[in-house]
């Protein structure tokens, strides 16, 4: 039986699950160690609200002394990976990478280093998150061994070898000047970053024999934060009697600064010799203003243990998060996922902290998760749990006591949420493992069943917005890059999704099996490859291929005639670009036309006539928007600027009674994906002076509302949406009265405010093109003028960091007021007419894009075959679908090649054929 379930509850009894520790409460164990003199650090105020990620993102823009605590090293490199999920929330997520779902498929094996020794508990050789810092990623092996390796080029910087069977999740962290990291199970070191260096050593003091560590620490505050697991070198796992800890370490000796016992009790719930538990397996989680950290906590032992007779009671605080003070390791609450459990359900995670709206107000959350299979939000200041989301399958996994025959148990001692979670504005992403176990109460067995699945949870309320089921564990972790959330099974598939949707947007079957979770840089993401092949494995977005302008025929009878001041969009549902209005020397047109690749055809001629307007295509409401504009009837005489509204359906235009507006030529209009939303900025208002109001507006398909005000004049700019960055990008454009000073300025809007980000670039100019080329990552600008006669024929890209000028060889001539749209089906920049001094109005049709795909087809082979080779683009090709015209049908859709030909059996006798699809290698 699968189920799946959301509670909301107040917060249990806290002799039950949780609460404050204090007087009178249930008993806590600290040991607090002088170390070496030093400067007291008090503990940071409680704060009422904090939005840890605004903090995060602030230290990659403030410098390092600016951050209390925080080492320099992770606030230098903050936009890359410093920490063991990216930053202290703990959040694994990368939004200011170039690689989103409209180029993941162009990722490719920049390089890879092998993973040497041997696999020391025969789950793989690699079980850890690599750290980016600079150039650098750093790397610990399941032998324990470190590298230090060259971003750019996979070159090996300088390896330390320990040689010593570690059972993972191991992993190095790195700051102060140091590489921190376990080495086996019974020691911790810190080495020097630069070389590899040892600089000192730390040995858990033992209590009982099988006390281990494993753990990849956070550091903060001049502290390395570790804890400890129920097993050890020359122990067997779960020893009798043996408990685990939290220690804080200064970093620059490795002395004890205080440590905290993850078993409540000094006498081991009542029988020292048999119980214990309560391990650390992931790196807590550090709210830095408030100064806690947060740690998952592991199952108590033994399990089942004759239904855990030698321990009554809920074992706390085992199967818990437990939020301790940064400076001293006082208890401030804990919250159980599973008192008394039974099963192996630890709640090991690393705790994700966010802000979520609950009850309709924002609240500070620790969102917990593990093996128990259901995630757990509570209340960052108090514990109050909040909700709890049960996810994937479960059986029999609520009992307190086993029958004598035994059960079935999902999940099992191998099942849940095994590995790290990730969260993205409002989602929790989660990886689940549907295995099961047979247990007595004596004893466990697996269940043959590896099947899993991919969920995604909102952080507000628990409520499952989808889920994808795999056939194979999932233990790759959840990882977010932009609208993408990856993850990776057992045996080495690692599949892309769109976070908003579920759906799969792309997939890489690995070398090998994969037991660990990657860090990502910009372009980069780097994944251990710890089973078969083991290796390193760096994934890249490589540069944008060259692309060149083409010049498509069309037929002269259905070609629309020429005309400058269209406007051009991208109609996402019909997978047509769309053209409306413009003018000619003697007229404003009206009719609306539709470009599918090949052919024009004009679809309406009841449309607004009206030139200088504005489009775009509102994707969530499947509309053409167009705005303003001028109406201007036979040669431009008793020409007005409009304010009018209009939107295209597919099929007929409507007006739209839009509320009060400026009428206004050349505005900006653009969608907005992330806010679901056409955006308006500037324009030029009446006597061709710019817009006098400064404000963007929204259009949400009844009214415009002002959403920035206060940004900056101008009229006659381009603007576009880069899904990349996730911001609306506006060049040029003017600011003035005729004759205006055109402007070569760059802007960018976040959805809040417009902020300049370039001034240098192409010239300064108005009227030009300008659209988003979402398979080569790179918004295209093409021609424009310089009034009053200097008119533009060249072609930039923005990558989102600079402009680059294109070398394209043969392109359009110099024009302005042009229509201009990026066609994501074909993969081309569309352009149709404008004008210049000699050529007012222009009918030719242009695409951007790489170049055209050359076919050959070879003569029959004996055995039946044909062989295509092509030529043209650069990325590889998968032959998608090909009929046979003649006495059959065939298809190859088998992996991607960079090979050039392909050798197909077509099946039939038949000599001819045609290709229906040759796409690149993206879904």
Known sequence: MKTTKTMRADPPPRSELGGRNTAGNLPLRLHNHAGPPRASRPAPALAATHCLAALVALFSAAPASAQPGVPPEVAANARQWPLPHRDYAAHRAVLDSRIYSGNVGRLAVAWSVPITGSEPFGWGKAACNPVILGNTVYFQNLQSDVQAIDLATGTVKWERKFNRGNIGPNGVAVGWGKVFGAVGLTEFVALDSQTGEQLWSFKPPQE?????????????????????????????????????????????????????DTIDSEDHWGNPSQNGGGGIWYPPSIDVVRGLVFAGTGNPSPWPGNNGASRPGPNLYTCSVVALNANSGALEWFQQAKPHDLFDHDFQNTPVLATAKIGG????????????????????????????????????????????????????????????????????????????????????????????????????????????????????????????????????????????????????????????????????????????????LALRLPPPPPAQWVRIPTDPAST????????????????????????????????????????????????????????????????????????????????????????????????????????????????????????????????????????????????????????????????????????????????AARPPPSGRDTWEFDGAEWTQVANTGPAGRVLQGLAYDSYRGVSVLFGGEEYPDLFFGDTWEWNGVEWIKANVGASPAPRSVHAMAYDSKRRRVVLFGGGNQTTPYMNDTWEYGLPPLQLTVSARQPDGSLEIRWTGEAPPYQLQSCTNLGTGNWQNEGAPTNASSVTVQTGGAAKFFRVLSLFGNTP
């Open 208 to 260: 009982t024999c099988g006390e281990g560590l494993t753990i990849q620490p956070p550091l903060f505050n001049d502290t390395v934060y570790l804890g400890t697991i129920p097993g050890s070198e020359g122990c067997p796992s779960y020893p009798p009697g043996v408990g685990c800890r939290i220690f804080a370490l200064d970093q620059a000796t490795g002395a004890i600064r205080w440590e905290f």
């Open 361 to 536: 107000a924002a609240r500070d959350v620790v969102i917990g998760s593990g093996k128990t299979g259901t995630l757990i939000a509570m209340d960052r200041a108090t514990g109050q749990r909040l909700w709890k989301t049960a996810v994937g399958r479960h059986e029999n996994d609520e009992l307190t006591e086993l029958p004598a025959g035994g059960l079935a148990i999902y999940p099992g001692a191998f099942g849940g949420i095994l590995t790290p979670i990730a969260y993205a504005d409002g989602v929790v992403y989660a990886p689940v493992i549907n295995r099961g176990s047979f247990f007595t109460p004596t004893s466990r067995s697996w269940l043959g069943s590896e099947a899993g699945e991919f969920v995604a949870v909102a952080a507000d309320t628990g409520e499952i917005l989808w889920s994808k089921p795999f056939t194979a564990m999932l233990t790759g972790g959840a990882t977010v890059i932009n609208d993408l959330v990856f993850t990776a099974t057992v045996n080495g598939l690692i599949v892309a999704f769109d976070r908003r949707t579920g759906d799969e947007r792309w997939r890489y079957q690995a070398p090998g099996g994969i037991n660990a979770w990657p860090a990502v840089a910009n372009h980069t993401i780097v994944w251990p490859i710890g089973m078969g092949r083991a290796q390193l």
């Open 560 to 735: 629309p005639p020429g005309r400058k001041s269209a406007a051009m969009v991208y109609d996402e549902q019909r997978e047509v670009i769309l053209m409306h209005g413009g003018r000619d020397g003697s007229r404003t047109f009206s009719d609306t036309w539709e470009w599918d690749g090949e052919n024009w055809t004009r679809v309406s001629t009841n449309g607004p006539g009206v030139l200088l307007h504005s489009m775009a295509y509102d994707a969530f409401r499947n509309v053409t928007v167009l705005y303003g504009g001028r109406w201007a009837p036979g040669a431009q005489t008793n020409a007005m600027n409009s304010n009018e509204l209009w939107e295209w359906n597919g099929n007929a235009w409507s007006k739209i009674e839009s509320g009060a507006a400026d009428p206004l030529i050349v505005a900006g209009l653009v969608y907005d994906p992330e806010r679901r939303k056409v955006l308006r900025h500037g324009g030029v208002f009446s006597g061709d002076v710019t817009h006098k109001d400064p404000a963007t507006y929204e259009w949400d398909g009844t009214n415009w509302t002002a959403i920035a005000q206060g940004s900056f004049k101008r009229g006659a700019h381009s603007v576009t949406y880069d899904p990349v960055a996730r911001k609306v990008v506006s060049f040029g454009g003017t600011s």
